[in-house]
């Protein structure tokens, strides 16, 4: 399949391991952050999102964690399978004028082995 | 429910000629978006509508880039004349809402134009 990217920061674990993938955001004002997982030929899946007021949030198997001191977001993904195997891109929202506005980091590609 | 359709999924074109994608967004979904992903980076928005309305296409290269949403439905972004650097993975995203907070957004499978 198509490859989403040939030059990003890759995290390469053990089936079964928990992964934690790093993200620095841009705007102090920011008020909503997604993580979103792409695999080759797709487009972005949601998978967990965090508001400004919260540090951390978790879903099944995910935890997103916010430090805002630092502007600093981390994924958590808890015992990886090898469907996890995809890029993952972190976005903030940009408040503007009351619309929705998501700029997207750089993505990390995630492999996992068997 | 069915998610957002793209189409073309693929296209190969040659620098200076002109091209059009389509997007159909989930049903009933107010806002459209279109981004542009270069091989390696993430998505950058290039325009928003609401409903048929252009919200923002700050980003948006309007001297070859121009996109409708007629009927606050279906969307095209076109692409005359295209350069080399256009060749990218064009994304459409819908979600319910836009104003007033932020709503999840869905993406459709891209359309992959390579400019030779």
């Known amino acids: 399949g198509e490859s989403v990217g040939l030059h990003l920061p890759t995290l390469s674990v053990q089936e079964g391991d928990n992964s934690i993938i790093n993200c620095a955001y841009s705007?102090?004002?920011?008020?909503?952050f997604i993580w979103y997982k792409q695999e080759s030929g797709k487009g972005p899946q949601f998978i967990i999102d965090?508001?400004?007021?919260?540090d951390k949030r978790q879903g099944q198997r995910v935890t997103v964690l916010l430090n805002k001191t630092v502007k600093h977001l981390s994924l958590q993904i808890a015992a990886t399978q090898p469907g996890d195997s995809a890029v993952y891109f972190c976005?903030?929202?940009?408040?503007?004028?009351?619309?929705?506005?998501?700029?997207f980091g750089t993505g990390t590609r995630l492999l996992v082995s068997p | 429910e069915a998610g957002v359709a793209q189409s073309p999924r693929y296209k190969i074109i040659e620098k200076r000629q002109s091209v059009a994608f389509w997007c159909n967004p989930i049903?009933?979904?107010?806002?459209l978006y279109w981004y542009q992903q270069i091989l390696g980076q993430g998505p950058k928005l290039l325009i928003q509508?609401?409903?048929?309305?252009?919200?923002?296409d700050s980003q948006l290269p309007k001297d070859r880039f121009s996109a409708e949403r007629l009927k606050g439905v279906d969307s095209t972004l076109k692409i005359q004349p295209a350069k080399l650097e256009d060749s990218a993975v064009y994304l459409c995203?819908?979600?319910?809402?836009?104003?007033?907070?932020?709503?999840?957004?869905?993406f459709g499978p891209g359309t992959r134009l390579t400019v030779l």
């Open positions: 995203a819908s979600s319910l809402k836009s104003f007033g907070g932020v709503d999840e957004q869905f």
């Open positions: 705007n102090s004002a920011s008020d909503y």
């Open positions: 965090i508001r400004s007021n919260m």
């Open positions: 976005a903030e929202n940009i408040p503007w004028t009351g619309f929705q506005k998501l700029v």
């Open positions: 049903s009933g979904h107010a806002t």
């Open positions: 509508f609401q409903n048929n309305g252009v919200v923002d």
